[in-house]
């Protein structure tokens, strides 16, 4: 059976061609995250030595890349964003692919009809990179099942923004090194079990009440022309309404599908369990590199007075390792946050979620 483990990292920076442009012998600190529906970051610190200290002067922000190993196995890699060298050490932070997306913007016009969600974030990405691509793929786990419904113009606003709004109504997306992963919502295919042996330092059961809502309205526009809603008084909740505007969608289909979603990840009240204080047991039956955002885990915990046995979505993974001191060894800490998927909102409110 698999285990977590305790893992050993490695990286490496790259110029945007794939050559190589200076190793990382020495890392005293390494920490990377993966995260749903944004951008992800890493961050290393280099002990430099020989005529490694000359090769890190030369990295450069946007230009060159920084590649990061989990026992031989690639886990995260993406753009420099910021470099600072101080005496005896280097401190490098990096965006994943995604970051290019936040500094780009349509190029051209387009009007969706019907499309599903999915399609609609393949041409944004598409399009995002096309001009200038580092180096992407893109994989579809399946559509999302959701009407599209939008409109885009050349020059207006940045594609990064465009897709965060399209992961508000029904998609799901994260970065898996340079792969961008869509999937829909519901996905519900999990990677590993934790219990509470698992978590021995204890986790948190959090309920978000401000992200509650029994009844969604979703506007094209201010003046109402293009508008959806679903929902309405809850027999448990009463009625708690809630607005937004969303000016790419284009049609009324479209903007009842967005409210559906929104109703569906807002009802009951959302709840998570937080373990980002918490280190994952190494013998813990969940491979790290499968860790993705999107998929799921079967969390069982009766610790908290809020006890929860259910299948919950990886919503953020923190990995960090320490190189130590000299009297102290250094450590790897594994840590998961999870929430409820918009399947599992509909549960009881009483209980477990």
Known sequence: MAVAGCGTHAALITDRDGASVSPAHTLTEVEWHRVLDDTSTARIVVMPDGDCCER??????????LHIWRDG?????????????SLGQVEIWA??????????????????????????????????????????????VDKARVRGGRRYTRNIGQTGDHLRDLAETGLDYTAVGSRI???????????????????????????????????????????????????GRDDYYGLLERYVEQTTITTDAAAADAAKSRLRGSL??????????????????????????????????????????????????????????????????????????????????????
């Open 181 to 231: 992963v869509l999937l829909p919502e519901n996905h519900t295919v999990t990677v590993g079990r934790l219990s509470d042996a698992d978590m021995p330092e204890g986790l948190v059961v959090a309920e978000d009440g401000t992200a509650l809502g029994t009844r969604w309205i979703v506007a094209g526009d201010e003046d109402g022309d293009v508008l959806g809603e679903a929902g």
């Open 56 to 65: 890190l002067g030369e990295v450069r922000s946007w230009r060159h890349f």
């Open 95 to 140: 965006g994943d692919i995604l970051a290019f997306l936040d500094r780009r913007v349509p190029h051209q016009d387009i009007n969706f009809g019907d499309a599903d969600l999915v399609d609609i974030a393949e041409w944004l990405i598409a399009d995002g990179f096309a001009p200038d691509d580092p180096g992407h793929t893109v994989q579809v």
């Open 73 to 85: 196995a690639p886990v995260w890699s993406g753009p420099i964003l910021q470099v600072e060298w």
């Open 268 to 353: 009951p009240v959302p709840v998570f369990i937080d373990t980002q204080a918490v280190t994952i047991s190494p013998d813990a039956a969940v491979e790290v590199p499968l860790l993705v955002p999107g998929w799921c885990l079967d969390i069982t915990t009766q610790v908290t007075c809020r006890p929860i046995s259910q299948r919950l979505k990886i919503v953020g993974l923190k990995v960090t390792e320490d190189g130590g001191t000299e009297s102290t060894p250094g450590s790897e800490s594994v840590q998961v946050q999870v929430a409820a998927t918009g399947a599992d909102n509909a549960v009881s409110r009483l209980g477990a979620v």
